[in-house]
């Protein structure tokens, strides 16, 4: 599951053997902690949004900014606009 992460961190190929031995590079391992802290980014739900679902898990020091507050929210169902909960803070 977290096979990517741990390479893209690691810049060596993790691998498991025949009798079920993971590796990372040559050595193996039998747990990992990862060195940085990592987050699901949530799109906004705008034309061609991408978040974490298309891009996957996003470390913590490229974090640039918080949401807090509704510039935009329509209704799913109707695709109307929901004045009621623009302008009001993200929970």
């Not at 741990?6 to 050595?27: A, F, N, R």
């Not at 987050?39 to 705008?46: E, L, N, P, R, S």
């Amino acid at each position: 599951m977290y096979r990517n992460y741990i390479e893209w961190e690691q810049g060596l190929p993790l691998t498991v053997d025949e009798k079920g031995v993971v590796s990372l590079g040559d050595s193996p391992i039998d747990s990992y902690t990862f060195l940085k802290n990592y987050y699901f980014v949530a799109g906004d739900k705008a034309d061609n949004s991408r978040d974490s679902r298309y891009w996957g898990l996003l470390p913590r020091d490229h974090i640039a900014a918080k949401a807090w507050i509704i510039k935009k929210s329509v209704d799913p169902v109707s695709g109307k606009w929901r004045y009621g909960r623009i302008g009001k803070k993200v929970e």
